[in-house]
């Protein structure tokens, strides 16, 4: 009978080396997974205000055109800025959300909407250019003021954010606590 030498056993060293390895091989993985949720994988977006009760301070004055995509009965006010009232409303589906804006003083047709999908909360929902000429964002609840904040834009709310033209006042403190969130 021709026998096989038993093996031999791994010495202290190679164990340690093994051990090492595996250790190497989930720190990397852990690293990573958290690579990946942080820069990777998407936030989904929110906009809280729209499910808190609806004020009288909520409704848009005398707009009942129904002809546009943003459900104005259901807006929730979010900030006054000028000469401009700031709505959120819900879009024609339920992942979309439209911003309102109308001029106090008029009570006819002086409104704008504009809209789109919640998708990633660290992204812009809407990007434009008010009748005035500043620019303005709407923003889910999750997205990061400080970067566009350190730029000199304005938070009137947590969801609406301004850059004021050079020569406006700006506010002193966000005027976050206007829509009563």
Not at 74 to 103: H, I, Q, T
Not at 119 to 135: A, N
Request: aromatic share 10%; glycine share 8%; charged share 20%.
């Amino acid at each position: 009978m021709t026998g096989q030498k038993p093996p031999v056993p791994l010495t202290p060293f190679w164990r340690l080396m093994i051990t090492f390895a595996a250790l190497a091989g989930l720190g990397t993985c852990a690293v990573l997974g958290l690579v990946y949720v942080r820069f990777v994988m998407g936030v989904p977006g929110t906009v809280h205000v729209l499910e808190r009760q609806l004020t009288k301070q909520d409704a848009v004055p005398a707009i009942q055109d129904e002809a546009g995509e943003a459900k104005i009965r259901e807006s929730r006010f979010l900030a006054a800025y000028e000469s401009m009232n700031y709505y959120a409303a819900p879009g024609p589906l339920p992942e979309v959300v439209c911003l309102v804006a109308k001029y106090p003083y008029d009570d006819q047709y002086n409104y704008w909407e504009a809209c789109n999908s919640l998708g990633d909360g660290r992204d812009i929902l809407v990007e434009v250019q008010d009748p005035d000429d500043r620019t303005v964002v709407f923003v889910p609840d999750q997205f990061d003021h400080l970067p566009l904040e350190r730029d000199g834009w304005v938070t009137l709310h947590r969801n609406l954010l301004i850059q004021p033209l050079d020569g406006a006042e700006r506010p002193t403190q966000p005027l976050t606590h206007v829509a009563g969130y």
